[in-house]
């Protein structure tokens, strides 16, 4: 039953049941193993995305081979709606962390679907706006913040994305270093003080957050 799981994804749960229907009846699954590449950098943009299991990150990678994470996406997130807008190739590369099962929509029926319906492109609007509010906070907590701030940030983010204080993915010391543009050395001094200080525990290798008011102070401009 793909349409009702459509609804539960930010950029198709405004439709109505028979527009998710029709969507419904566009998209393909396809399965992907831990570890492989979804898509690569410089790829033509076809096709968008939409995570029905697992987990997959958006990376940069430079030339020596460091990794840089734009985001960590998981189930009714989706990826890939830049290409079917532009034209453009891929941004980044895109890398499956877990299993994933993935639904793919193509940019010829996308672009059908928008033409014949306004309330899809006014969807597709209203999360390209919520994305790009997100990455003007990220850039700024990364211009910003020093490193504790900047995990500080992240655990909040994560733990709202989750619903609750339970960080319910896992999200290891060299993800998140990945992520802020530090090392995982730093990271890991930064999460011991966070657990000593009492503002996280972690619980078979998931974060809770204890006290998210020190967390969110931690996340300010430091002066």
């Known amino acids: 039953m793909t349409a009702p799981f459509l609804s539960t994804v930010p950029i198709f749960k405004s439709l109505d049941a028979a527009e998710l229907a ?56 989706h990826f890939g709606e830049l290409s079917l ?4 190739p ?7 962390m877990e299993d994933a099962t993935l639904l793919v929509l193509r940019r010829d029926d996308f672009r059908r679907r928008v033409e014949a319906s306004p309330a899809v492109a006014w969807s597709l609007l209203t999360e390209l706006s919520r994305r790009l509010r997100r ?7 990364l211009v910003l913040l020093d490193v504790p ?3 500080a940030r992240m655990l909040l983010d994560s733990a709202e994305e989750s619903g609750g204080p339970l960080i319910d993915k896992p999200i290891t010391h060299q993800t998140i270093a990945h992520v802020i543009g530090a090392s995982r050395e730093t990271v890991s001094r930064a999460m011991r003080g966070f657990q000593d200080s ?9 974060i809770r957050i204890m006290n998210p008011a020190a967390l969110t102070k931690r996340a300010r401009l430091r002066g």
């Open 90 to 96: 891929r941004s980044a590369h895109v890398i499956a």
């Open 85 to 88: 807008i532009d034209d453009q």
């Open 198 to 206: 009492g503002w996280i525990a972690v619980e078979r290798r998931r």
């Open 22 to 77: 029709k969507f419904g009846e566009l998209v393909r699954e396809k399965g992907y193993p831990k570890g492989s590449v979804i898509l690569f950098e410089d790829d033509a943009g076809d096709s968008l995305f939409v995570i029905r299991t697992g987990r997959v990150k958006v990376v940069l990678v430079a030339d020596d081979g460091r990794e840089v994470i734009l985001g960590i996406l998981g189930v009714g997130e």
């Open 135 to 141: 990455a003007d906070g990220t850039i700024g907590s």
């Open 149 to 151: 701030g900047r995990i």
